[in-house]
């Protein structure tokens, strides 16, 4: 049975989730011309003004994969007129015959900070995967019907929210996003790919820092930019509220996404050895498992993934008695 969204991710939460939303009937909607990047543009915009850490995207040719964590306590230590600028940014005031957006200015910034109900209810906004999720398919259902001169829904209307409850299940899930293209046919080495995160982190492997590609889209690029560092990907722990700490950097990170993705490339998966990627070891996850889960589409989905114990603490949260391994990295052989 679907579950409410705010059961699924509860108000003030610092999880980490992969979320995905596809377009209508799973037409490759998004393949006709500039959306793409109309998709990428938006989402970085959106992001610089809200308390989400984005980890992990992949844009498609009919839905869009994304990794964030929810950072509601960023937006709490905002003042007011920080509130204020940042949702007004997100969701400007419109006026006039065409309803205009208004600009943020300062006097527009001090009449807003002082309307408390307004403020609380931002607050919860501005860390809302919903919201995020919201504006930019807004954005870009508009631009497309307008284009197509059609009405009617672009996206399915409900979009999946996946928790990632431990370090293994968010380095999984972040690896299994970048593989999509590879996964689809649309390119032979994962860093090819437009539209990903995988590309901006080889780039960042080889050359170092926050640096983008410069044969990137443009949106790409800005998009790029707001990817979290590697070693700062880390998941919250749901114990302690503290995030954990990993040795991932940026290049261990790119070695495991090609490792994986010449076998998943070469489909010979079932034949692979239990041997996995050390790294893959240490975070307890079977070879075998790994390389078939990167292989195959619609893996990284159910309420929640993540070993035995950070699931079953998952569940007893959410006053369930147990939560499935839809993954199948823990499962049975």
């Known amino acids: 049975?679907?579950?409410?969204?705010?059961?699924?991710?509860?108000?003030?939460?610092?999880?980490?989730?992969?979320?995905?939303?596809?377009?209508?009937?799973?037409?490759?909607?998004?393949?006709?011309?500039?959306?793409?990047?109309?998709?990428?543009?938006?989402?970085?915009?959106?992001?610089?003004?809200?308390?989400?850490?984005?980890?992990?995207?992949?844009?498609?040719g009919n839905h869009l994969h994304l990794v964030v964590r929810l950072r509601p306590d960023l937006v709490q230590g905002w003042s007011e007129a920080e509130v204020a600028r940042h949702a007004l940014a997100v969701l400007p005031v419109r006026s006039g015959p065409g309803l205009e957006p208004l600009r943020v200015t300062s006097e527009l910034v001090e009449r807003y900070a002082g309307n408390k109900t307004w403020l609380k209810q931002q607050r919860q906004r501005l860390s809302s995967p919903s919201w995020l999720l919201r504006l930019v398919k807004q954005e870009v259902a508009r631009r497309a019907n307008a284009e197509d001169e059609v009405a009617g829904h672009f996206w399915e209307s409900r979009f999946t929210s996946v928790a990632l409850v431990d370090a293994a299940a968010v380095l999984a899930c972040l690896v299994y996003v970048d593989l999509n293209p590879l996964r689809a046919g649309m390119v032979r080495l994962p860093e090819a790919s437009e539209f990903t995160s995988i590309r901006h982190r080889f780039h960042r492997a080889k050359h170092g820092g926050n640096s983008t590609r410069a044969d990137l889209n443009a949106a790409d690029a800005e998009l790029g930019r707001q990817l979290l560092g590697m070693r700062?990907?880390?998941?919250?722990?749901?114990?302690?509220?503290?995030?954990?700490?990993?040795?991932?950097?940026?290049?261990?990170?790119?070695?495991?996404?090609?490792?994986?993705?010449?076998?998943?490339?070469?489909?010979?998966?079932?034949?692979?050895?239990?041997?996995?990627?050390?790294?893959?070891?240490?975070?307890?996850i079977n070879g075998h498992r790994w390389h078939q889960a990167m292989?195959?589409?619609?893996?990284?989905?159910?309420?929640?993934?993540?070993?035995?114990?950070?699931?079953?603490?998952?569940?007893?949260?959410?006053?369930?008695?147990?939560?499935a391994d839809k993954s199948g990295l823990w499962g049975k052989e």
């Open 232 to 284: 700062a990907c880390a998941p919250v722990n749901e114990w302690t509220s503290e995030p954990e700490t990993w040795e991932i950097n940026e290049a261990a990170y790119v070695d495991l996404v090609e490792q994986t993705g010449r076998t998943v490339a070469s489909g010979k998966r079932r034949s692979v050895s239990a041997q996995a990627p050390p790294l893959i070891e240490r975070l307890g």
């Open 1 to 60: 049975m679907t579950r409410a969204r705010h059961e699924l991710i509860k108000p003030g939460s610092r999880g980490t989730f992969h979320l995905v939303t596809r377009c209508v009937h799973r037409s490759l909607l998004l393949m006709k011309g500039d959306r793409r990047a109309v998709l990428a543009r938006g989402l970085a915009s959106w992001l610089r003004h809200m308390g989400i850490d984005l980890l992990g995207y992949a844009i498609m």
């Open 295 to 323: 292989a195959e589409g619609g893996r990284m989905l159910g309420s929640v993934i993540g070993g035995p114990e950070a699931r079953n603490a998952w569940a007893a949260q959410a006053g369930q008695s147990w939560a």
